[in-house]
T-cell receptor, first 113, second 112 residues
Framework: ETGVTQSPTHLIKTRGQQVTLRCSSQ?????VSWYQQALGQGPQFIFQ???????GRGNFPPRFSGLQFPNYSSELNVNALELDDSALYLC????????????FGEGSRLTVL | RKEVEQDPGPFNVPEGATVAFNCTYS??????FFWYRQDCRKEPKLLMS???SGNEDGRFTAQLNRASQYISLLIRDSKLSDSATYLC?????????????FGTGTSLTVIP
């Protein structure tokens, strides 16, 4: 158990809809990052939040957005869903200036029909 | 070009075998390097960090060659429980903060 929890675990949406995924980070961790993992691929970095500010972003369009709250929990929002957004979305918490170990939640599996 | 490239495998090896995985990265500004392990339908978990001097953790040895931008993982005396996907991970510091890049992963199956 990493202490990182994500919700929902599974969800189904249709094209054009919007989705919000949630993540509670491990106690004492101030940084949250989000990843998209398509089937058979490695996780792709979406963005990272530190102290409620975006602190790094991968090659994802603006319809992928996020928030970090004062308690370090986080949300990932995806607007105008596309079929290719179907994937496992992983949240990872860490301490910004530590060795860099990421502690992942079990993920939210999104299917877009 | 992908930030991190790995041979996806699959590698199917007998118990007790030695197996090596390789990984290359493209960004010379990469700061930190890791191997993560991901079991089927589970989240990735840190296996070990990788240092320029090379480091060992039991049956696992990791090496980093900054000049060649190459990372390796050696598993000795493979166990059935080593069956998993091994992900090569690189942390890059950019103006906007940190970015983590994962390889596609290398699939290992250890056969009895």
């Amino acid at each position: 158990e990493t202490g990182v929890t994500q919700s929902p675990t599974h969800l189904i949406k249709t094209r054009g809809q919007q989705v919000t995924l949630r993540c509670s980070s491990q106690s004492g961790h101030n940084t949250v990052s989000w990843y998209q993992q398509a089937l058979g691929q490695g996780p792709q970095f979406i963005f990272q939040y530190y102290r409620e500010e975006e602190n790094g972003r991968g090659n994802f369009p603006p319809r992928f957005s996020g928030l970090q709250f004062p308690n370090y929990s986080s949300e990932l929002n995806v607007n105008a869903l596309e079929l290719d957004d179907s994937a496992l979305y992983l949240c990872a918490s860490s301490v910004l200036r530590n060795t860099g170990e990421l502690f992942f939640g079990e993920g939210s599996r999104l299917t877009v029909l | 070009r992908k930030e991190v490239e790995q041979d996806p495998g699959p590698f199917n090896v007998p118990e007790g075998a030695t197996v090596a995985f390789n990984c290359t990265y493209s960004n010379s500004a990469s700061q930190s390097f890791f191997w993560y392990r991901q079991d089927c339908r589970k989240e990735p978990k840190l296996l070990m960090s990788v240092y320029s001097s090379g480091n060992e953790d039991g049956r696992f040895t990791a090496q980093l060659n900054r000049a060649s931008q190459y990372i390796s993982l050696l598993i000795r005396d493979s166990k059935l429980s080593d069956s998993a996907t091994y992900l090569c991970v690189v942390k890059v510091r950019v103006d906007t903060g940190n970015q983590f890049y994962f390889g596609t992963g290398t699939s290992l199956t250890v056969i009895p």
